[in-house]
């Protein structure tokens, strides 16, 4: 069965350092997400991208944050410089089109900021 | 605004007992409606959805859900819970080509 993959699963990092994670959504899924799940929260959506294009990055932190996906396939999520307040597990969902609503997720990756 | 409400932080149930889980948004046309499910340090697992039609949705893991559009409810059901089903709960809506609004979880307990 084809899957959501990121990594890496667990990164640990000190404040003021560059992190970024990765994702490879499901062979053929035109969008992608990006979420962050603060411990005891629901995921929140951070960036949502229509193959190569941002969709929306309303609630995405853009004096830190980046994400781009350059062949409308794969997509990289950047932090620089973390903070404390980053700590969280970073999710990556696909879908197969911008009106699929269904959406498939990764293991995320588990972020801490020392 | 889009919003969903998960009323319950933490349920507790006994094995072999029924469960109901609740869930209410809040949105002006009918939204699409999901569950999904999050074991400790993993994604989220779809349970079931519900688009349009019947509002009686069944899903995988014997889970069951019912919207109910004059209560703007989305609950989560299951006859009998086994202690595998132990994990985090999220209800989620959406719109057409948007993504994810989740609630903030219900923690499920399964006691012996």
């Known amino acids: 069965e084809a899957e959501v993959a990121q990594s890496p699963r667990y990164k640990i990092t000190e404040k003021s350092q560059a992190v970024a994670f990765w994702c490879d959504p499901i062979?053929?899924?035109?969008?992608l997400y990006w979420y962050r799940q603060i411990l005891g929260q629901g995921p929140e959506l951070l960036v949502q991208?229509?193959?190569?294009?941002?969709?929306?990055d309303s609630q995405l932190p853009k004096d830190r944050f980046s994400a781009e996906r350059l062949k409308g396939v794969d997509s990289t999520l950047k932090i620089q410089p973390a903070e404390l307040g980053d700590s969280a597990m970073y999710l990556c969902?696909?879908?197969?089109?911008?009106?699929?609503?269904?959406?498939?997720f990764g293991p995320g990756t588990r972020l801490t900021v020392l | 605004a889009q919003s969903v409400t998960q009323p319950d932080i933490h349920i507790t149930v006994s094995e072999g007992a029924s469960l109901e889980l609740r869930c209410n948004y809040s949105?002006?046309?009918?939204?699409?409606l999901f569950w999904y499910v999050q074991s400790p340090g993993q994604g989220l697992q779809l349970l079931l959805k519900y688009f349009s039609g019947d509002t009686l949705v069944q899903g995988i893991k014997g889970f069951e859900a019912e919207f109910k559009r004059s209560q703007s409810s989305f609950n989560l059901r299951k006859p009998s819970v086994h202690w595998s089903d132990a994990a985090e709960y999220f209800c989620a809506s959406s719109r057409a080509g948007t993504a994810l609004i989740f609630g903030k979880g219900t923690t499920l307990s399964v006691s012996s």
């Open positions: 969902a696909s879908s197969y089109g911008r009106y699929n609503n269904e959406q498939f």
């Open positions: 991208f229509q193959d190569e294009s941002v969709v929306d």
């Open positions: 062979s053929g899924h035109a969008t």
């Open positions: 949105y002006g046309a009918t939204p699409y």
